[in-house]
T-cell receptor, first 113, second 108 residues
């Protein structure tokens, strides 16, 4: 059973470009969470999605950031017009049910130049 | 609002014990514990639920005081492999909030 997959693992974007981060949850998991982590800091909750629905996006900036988890395909975190401050590691995690243990993907390290 | 962890960092010798604390200002449904090694993804250790149910790691134990909204992670007879940053996550409703982490270093 493959774990949570994220791609790309590393992404370099210039200021003003768009970044698309993909997350495929573990098989059988319909709950996906996105977190941002700056170097030497904790995990900051961004958004929680269930298939086709955004359940909680209270941790996500209202501008430039969006997330989706379509019926078919991976969950996508999209950052438009990236700025240097968006540089971070972005982790997604999945669980079978809300409140269950979360399994994390390897993360996408975004660098904005 | 994220939970508060203490201490921020701890250094142990192999075989020593450590306690990591996690507290929240709000009522909790559950507390999760994860460990993250440098450059890697966090790995699930344990969940503690209201009512006393626990689910998780064999060699690591934890407690959850619902009234005080506090949890403690107990690492006994530490091994080199225990080194990493430990995060508690508190769940209230639809979101998970993680503490800033406790960096544990175990030396030979």
């Amino acid at each position: 059973n493959a774990g949570v997959m994220q791609n790309p693992r590393h992404l370099v974007r210039r200021r003003g470009q768009e970044a698309r981060l993909r997350c495929s949850p573990m098989k059988g998991h319909s709950h996906v969470y996105w977190y941002r982590q700056l170097p030497e800091e904790g995990l900051k909750f961004m958004v929680y999605l269930q298939k086709e629905n955004i359940i909680d996006e209270s941790g996500m900036p209202k501008e430039r950031f969006s997330a989706e988890f379509p019926k078919e395909g991976p969950s996508i975190l999209r950052i438009q017009q990236v700025v240097r401050g968006d540089s971070a590691a972005y982790f997604c995690a999945s669980s079978i049910r809300r409140g269950d243990e979360q399994y994390f993907g390897p993360g996408t390290r975004l660098t904005v130049t | 609002q994220q939970p508060v962890q203490s201490p921020q960092a701890v250094i142990l010798r192999e075989g020593e014990d450590a306690v990591i604390n996690c507290s929240s200002s709000k009522a909790l449904y559950s507390v999760h514990w994860y460990r993250q090694k440098h450059g890697e993804a966090p790995v699930f250790l344990m969940i503690l639920l209201k009512g006393g149910e626990q689910k998780g790691h064999e060699k690591i134990s934890a407690s959850f005081n619902e009234k005080k909204q506090q949890s403690s992670l107990y690492l006994t007879a530490s091994q080199l492999s225990y080194s990493g940053t430990y995060f508690c996550g508190t769940e209230r409703g639809n979101d998970m909030r993680f503490g800033a982490g406790t960096r544990l270093t175990v030396k030979p």
